[in-house]
């Protein structure tokens, strides 16, 4: 079954036509999700269906290489290209603003990303998931007891680093483009396949996968000499450090698994298209860390 990657609306036609027909029958009525899909993915011009489907095939076509690669590609494209990310640039060398737009925004999208993994790991009967799943819940949320803190425990220490009260934090609602995101990201772990939610949330991690400049990526998630000196404080630094010692190793096993279990029939566009549509809602996400920033800075 084909699914919308703007808007994962399922088809029982499984073919690139049906797909292209949908796509420019949502543009033409100027749903904004189907227009920002089409610009940014295939063209800017009004055109007829029949003249989409082979870039769609292209879009869609992993060549000699696997599910994995492809979503490495597509992901370094997006947010590593000539045009890197926005909110990565401003990272190389952060501003505290930055920094403090980046702890409000992410503790709301890290409750969700757990609760997403919890559904993989709930929905699915193969152990070695299971097990990939709770590693992933007690490094981002729960924590080794004492010894070593989670990910999200680093985060709100980066937050009290930079003079912010943890309380007032974690009472602070997120902005639109979060809420939205989280929102759309709950409904696909409940509604989704197992394996495409863990393409779809765990590919998220390849954004600290400092291995991506190896692969094509214009620059690393920030700059690592921010990890020496005192540009941002030692908090920050833990914070910073853990995804990029970590998100190496937790993507690339995910991705793995995803190209395992994707490959049986009828499985792998599925997989895709939530894929880019996930991607999708974190580039907006991100950008509502930027504005955060700008609203505390003012």
């Known amino acids: 079954m084909t699914k919308c990657p703007a808007c994962l609306a399922s088809f029982a036609t499984a073919d690139y036509v049906t797909l292209a027909g949908h796509l420019t029958e949502r543009a033409g009525e100027s749903d904004p999700r189907h227009v920002r ?20 095939r292209r879009v869609y076509d992993i060549g000699t290489g696997s599910v994995k690669t492809w979503i490495q590609g597509k992901f370094i494209a997006k947010f590593f290209g000539t045009q890197p990310h ?3 640039v401003a990272l190389q060398h952060p501003t505290r603003a930055t920094l403090r737009g980046y702890v409000v925004e992410h503790q709301h999208f890290l409750r969700q990303w757990v609760r997403s993994c919890a559904f993989v790991m ?30 999200y425990e680093l985060l709100l220490r980066m ?31 409940r509604r989704e396949p197992w394996v495409s939610v863990l393409a779809a949330m765990h590919s998220l991690e390849l954004i600290a996968n400092r291995d991506l400049v190896h692969q094509g990526a214009s620059l690393r998630y920030f700059d690592p000499a921010i990890l020496e000196g005192s540009e941002i404080t030692d908090a920050a630094k833990n914070f910073l450090r853990e995804g990029y010692e970590a998100d190496v190793g937790h993507s690339d096993e995910a991705l793995d698994l995803v190209t395992e279990f994707s490959a049986e029939a009828g499985t792998r566009e599925d997989v895709q298209s939530t894929f880019l549509r996930s991607i999708d809602l974190f580039d907006d996400y991100l950008l509502a860390r930027l504005e955060r920033a700008d609203r505390l800075e003012a």
């Open 37 to 56: 899909w089409l610009n940014q993915n295939l063209t800017r011009k009004k055109t007829e269906p029949e003249a989409l489907v082979p870039g769609l």
């Open 86 to 88: 926005p909110f990565v």
């Open 122 to 151: 709930a929905r699915t009967d193969q152990p070695k998931v299971i097990l990939y799943e709770l590693d992933n819940l007690n490094t981002e949320f729960g924590g080794y007891g004492p010894g070593r803190v989670s990910h």
């Open 159 to 189: 937050g009290e680093s930079l003079g912010m009260d943890r309380s007032r934090v974690l009472a602070t609602p997120p902005l639109p483009s979060t809420r939205d995101a989280i929102a759309e990201w709950n409904e696909i772990a």
